[in-house]
């Protein structure tokens, strides 16, 4: 048998497991979800207050929904948090998928970057006059504001993160959020890998990343109460079960990130109304 054959029957060979593990031969794609963006009063939503002294008041609850509801605003960050599964759905920086770090942090960057020119696209318009266009640019920013949250809090559901921390916490507000569009946040993350952080195998997501032995994305995912690791209790934190956690923390995290919004570009602020709401903890791939 030809010399180059026999080496090229030797490489696919050992090629084989690997392939094996890309793609299972029982598994195929999921469909891409629906693009169906559900009534804001049917979703219990988060509602925050962004940058304010004091926190979200809930004998409010109610007016400040309404007013949500009807906003042009809120409607582009979550039109944008259920979009990321559609738009982005193989791709692992827009969920923290396949320990695709690196490329997951600069998402939320570039995403962050992508609502300062928005922003200034909109100040400038405000300072000419032209209020059809400040409008126009604000639902931009927000679009791009509600992808990177997106991402942010998949960093919570994909990741192993309150795998590795719950040990440590006393209760579950001792676990600290994260933060991956902050220097120390990124500083973070690179820590954590040290210490084993990885996020689940998701074999039609690309890129893969993940060493070996990586659990799968149905095994480790955070998104539901229902999966299998989600569904996990943890007895040393009054019973909660993963999911819960996972929520909470990308709830506050989410809340971090809003509040940083408006403060840093005060005419969202301005334009939106000082309320935001969100859902958390969004996937819709079919995991």
């Known amino acids: 048998m030809n010399t180059y054959v026999v080496r090229f029957m030797g490489i696919l060979l050992c090629a084989m497991p690997a392939m094996a593990r890309a793609q299972p031969a029982d598994s195929q794609k999921p469909p891409p979800p629906s693009q169906k963006i559900p009534d804001l009063r049917q979703v219990k939503p988060i509602i925050v207050c962004g940058g304010c002294d004091q926190p979200f008041d809930p004998a409010t609850h109610k007016d400040v929904l309404e007013t949500l509801v009807a ?11 259920y979009m990321q599964d559609v738009v982005y759905q193989f791709a692992s920086k827009a969920h923290f998928d396949n320990c695709d770090f690196d490329n997951a942090i600069a998402y939320v960057g570039e995403r962050l970057d992508e609502v300062d020119r928005h922003v200034e696209a909109a100040r400038r318009a405000k300072d000419s006059g032209d209020r059809a266009l400040v409008e126009s640019t604000v639902k931009q920013a927000f679009f791009a504001l509600g992808q990177a949250l997106h991402g942010i809090q998949d960093f919570y559901a994909h990741t192993n993160y309150v795998e590795l ?49 990586t659990p799968s994305h149905a095994a480790l995912a955070k998104d539901k109460a229902t999966t299998p690791s989600g569904a996990v209790k943890v007895p ?8 819960q956690i996972a929520a909470q923390l ?10 940083h919004a408006f403060l840093r570009w ?3 602020k301005e334009v939106n109304g000082q309320y935001a709401a969100f859902e958390v903890l969004v996937d819709r791939r079919g995991l």
């Open 71 to 81: 906003s042009p605003y809120m409607s582009q960050l979550r039109k944008a948090l």
């Open 165 to 213: 921390t719950v040990g440590q916490a006393a209760t579950s507000k001792d676990i600290p959020i994260v933060s991956p569009w902050q220097d120390a946040g990124k500083q973070r993350i690179t820590a954590l890998r040290d210490q084993g952080l990885v996020s689940g195998y998701v074999f039609w997501g690309f890129p893969q990343k993940c060493p070996a032995g």
């Open 236 to 243: 040393h934190l009054q019973n909660r079960n993963r999911y």
């Open 250 to 259: 990308a709830r506050a995290d989410s809340q971090a990130l809003i509040d």
């Open 266 to 268: 005060p005419l969202l």
